[in-house]
């Protein structure tokens, strides 16, 4: 979406600056300098790619200023294609997209979204794996009850370990910090005190709550968590970036992609899919987006200690430490969605 920002003007991009708090044209460089830090800090094994690249047709005209942009700061390849033939070009970008993340996001563009009036497709694409500091032991993970809504439950592996990590307390909520090899990053979890409290949390998220989470302080924490892994279906996030304000850049009449393309262009569809595996060994987690533009006219031992049952929905996130960016930042409602609830006693609240 910073790419595509890069191209607009006017109210639409007054719109998607607020909308997305980029903080105008400083975000471009400032991307630039996040991916050579994260670049820097990987450890030995560990793999961090990043992709960004603009397929447009044969037709559409972009304008250099645009171009200098997304080349210089995003390391954006342009590759032409024929739009003519859309499910031709959509699985070719659904490739590009699968090789970029190892595989992981397949079919990012479902079948029928593009079609002959489809101009440009700028695509991002994100892979992430990475061991744990200290890894869980294998032994250790049991199948114990995880409460999925009120007052019901199912057995799933939990994973426990005791280790220092960064850790606070809050209102309704505990919050912990699992470093990845190299400490450069961290898997953040927010677990409510209460079964059904994590809409409340959701509530109380905000930059300054994630940014805190970078600079908790350690303290010693027995830590149990869920394996799980995540293959939602690609999502279309037109509607939710309406509701957050930017609505002129879907609008034939009103968007103004004029630093994009002397052609008056708006933005179709935007499609988002993710991918992310949590288990003993670290983390694997892919995601990739797709903004498709048109033309408008037609074309342990017993030491002190914390202790943190995430066996209840909780929040999550993959953080670079030393910005507070979040590379994933996610929800997991249910571990194991193919396993079918039962009633049973809702979890403990979480120790205060």
């Excluded at 109210?11 to 300098?33: F, N, S, V, W």
């Excluded at 997209?97 to 595989?103: G, L």
Aim: glycine share 6%; net charge neutral.
């Amino acid at each position: 979406m910073a790419m595509v920002f890069a191209g607009a003007d006017g109210r639409t991009r007054q719109e998607m600056d607020a909308a997305l708090h980029l903080g105008g044209d400083a975000i471009h460089p400032a991307l630039k300098t996040l991916s050579a830090e994260f670049a820097q800090q990987l450890p030995k094994g560990a793999e961090l790619r990043t992709a960004n690249r603009l397929f447009p047709d044969d037709s559409c005209k972009l304008l250099p200023g645009f171009m200098e942009t997304i080349t210089q700061n995003h390391g954006a390849a342009v590759e032409p294609l024929a739009f003519s033939a859309p499910d031709k070009a959509a699985a070719h970008i659904n490739s590009w997209v699968a090789d970029q993340t190892v595989q992981k996001i397949k079919d990012l563009i479902p079948p029928g979204a593009l079609n002959d009036q489809t101009c440009l497709v700028l695509t991002n694409a994100v892979y992430f794996n990475v061991p744990w500091q200290v890894r869980f032991t294998k032994e250790l993970t049991k199948e114990q009850p995880f409460g999925v809504s009120a007052g019901m439950q199912k057995p799933v592996p939990l994973m426990f370990k005791q280790t220092k990590m960064r850790y606070a307390k809050r209102d309704g909520f505990q919050m912990a910090a699992l470093p990845y090899s190299g400490e450069g990053l961290q898997f953040t979890i927010i677990v409510p005190d209460k079964g059904d409290g994590l809409a409340a949390v959701e509530k109380a998220l905000s930059p300054a709550l994630l940014a805190e989470c970078t600079t908790m302080p350690k303290a010693e924490v027995r830590l149990t968590i869920p394996r799980f892994r995540m293959e939602p279906p690609a999502a279309e996030l037109q509607s939710q970036l309406a509701d957050l304000g930017m609505k002129s850049a879907f609008s034939m009449d009103a968007a103004d992609f004029t630093r994009m393309s002397r052609e008056p262009l708006y933005i179709s569809k935007v499609f988002h899919k993710t991918f992310i595996d949590v288990n003993e060994d670290g983390t694997e987690a892919a995601a990739a987006t797709a903004a498709v533009m048109r033309p408008v006219n037609g074309h342990p031992h017993e030491i002190p200690h914390k202790v943190v049952r995430a066996d209840r929905p909780f929040l999550f996130a993959i953080q670079h430490i030393a910005s507070g960016a979040c590379l994933f930042l996610g929800r997991l409602i249910d571990p194991d969605p193919a396993k079918p609830a039962a009633k049973g006693v809702a979890p403990k609240a979480a120790a205060k």
